[in-house]
């Protein structure tokens, strides 16, 4: 059975960095192992929907962006370790959430609160 643990979250201030982890195991089971899969970083911020902003292709061939997230956050993946991160910098207000990690097509972590705050 997958299961995505996601950690890392917490109250910084506005400028300030997060190093948010996703653990993921189980995939043995699915017959492929982490690397085949897309993955991605979703949040969902107070009175708003939930909102892609960052993904990378299976086999890391192309990656993906929100503009507001852009030259900030970076997502990177450890297939070994089956560990998904997403390094956010320059924090700003703007970015409070839970953040969720994902493996597409169906599988999510259980988010991590990020709070921006002075």
């Known amino acids: 059975q997958v299961q995505l643990v996601a950690s890392g979250g917490g109250l910084v201030q506005p400028g300030g960095s997060l190093r948010l982890s996703c653990a993921a195991s189980?995939?043995?089971?699915?017959?492929?192992?982490?690397?085949?899969?897309?993955v991605g970083w979703f949040r969902q911020r107070p009175g708003k929907e939930r909102e892609g902003i960052s993904c990378?292709?299976?086999?890391?061939?192309?990656?993906y962006y929100k503009d507001s997230v852009k030259g900030r956050f970076t997502l990177s993946r450890d297939n070994g370790q089956n560990l998904v991160y997403l390094q956010m910098s320059s924090l700003k207000p703007e970015d409070t959430a839970v953040y969720y990690c994902?493996?597409?097509?169906?599988?999510w972590g259980q988010g991590t609160q990020v709070t921006v705050s002075s």
């Open positions: 189980g995939f043995a089971s699915s017959g492929f192992a982490l690397g085949h899969y897309a």
């Open positions: 990378i292709s299976g086999r890391d061939r192309s990656s």
């Open positions: 994902n493996v597409a097509p169906k599988w």
